[in-house]
């Protein structure tokens, strides 16, 4: 089995900074990753498919990049919006995702 | 407008079964591959099950191989989540996804609501 493995698990950051978040997949995974954004009480929402691909209708300050292990998901200008849990999932073989990394409020 | 609507979750005893339905619309349902996932009160996501355009692949996760059965009706629009044996550790808010493709080699660009099924004596 493909482990995701995501840091931080929470982030503590102010609205209009710049986050980053990482996911590291045990094997290769080439650029099958996908990125979720979760809040409270409600299903996960698609934003980056393909490592890179931002899905249509998701703001451009979402961003994603990597390939092979390592990956990241960008938010430049953090709005109060944003402040949700992402998940990485790779779709490389089966499904997997990472723990998740919760963007609270500092 | 895509839409997926879960239904038949609730309270039940270890051993026995719930069966989980998913409505979809705003899509032709026929061209794409559906997938359960769950997700415990409290923790992340985990993939149950997945079923491809015309139901000739199937996968099930190690956790619930054996106990639990996904199928689909076309005509229906609809997607189905058979769940025997079911365990305490099968607690959880089940989503319906939809994949991006007819083939399981997916990722999922629609989710439903989800539907809670509790596993307790």
């Known amino acids: 089995d493909i482990q995701m493995t995501q840091s931080p698990s929470t982030l503590s950051a102010s609205v209009g900074d710049r986050v980053t978040i990482t996911c590291r997949a045990s094997?290769?995974?080439?650029?099958?990753l996908a990125w979720y954004q979760q809040k409270p009480g409600k299903a996960p929402k698609l934003l980056i498919y393909k490592a890179s691909s931002l899905e249509s209708g998701v703001p451009s300050r979402f961003s994603g990049s990597g390939s092979g292990t390592e990956f990241t998901l960008t938010i430049n200008s953090l709005q109060p919006e944003d402040f949700a849990t992402y998940y990485c999932q790779q779709y490389n073989s089966y499904w997997t995702f990472g723990q998740g990394t919760k963007v609270e409020i500092k | 407008e895509v839409q997926l609507v879960e239904s038949g979750g609730g309270l039940v005893q270890p051993g026995r079964s719930l069966r989980l339905s998913c409505a979809a619309s705003g899509f032709t349902f026929e061209d794409y591959a559906m997938f359960w996932v769950r997700q415990p009160p409290g923790k992340g996501l985990e993939w149950v099950s997945g079923i491809s355009w015309n139901s000739g692949s199937i996968d099930y996760a190690e956790s619930v191989k054996g106990r639990f059965t996904i199928s689909r009706d076309n005509a229906k629009n609809s997607v189905y989540l058979q769940m025997d044996s079911l365990r305490a550790e099968d607690t959880a808010l089940y989503y319906c996804?939809?994949?991006?493709?007819?083939?399981?080699?997916?990722?999922?660009?629609?989710w439903g609501q989800g539907t809670l099924v509790t596993v307790s004596s």
């Open positions: 094997q290769s995974i080439n650029r099958w």
């Open positions: 996804a939809k994949g991006d493709l007819s083939a399981l080699a997916a990722f999922w660009d629609y």
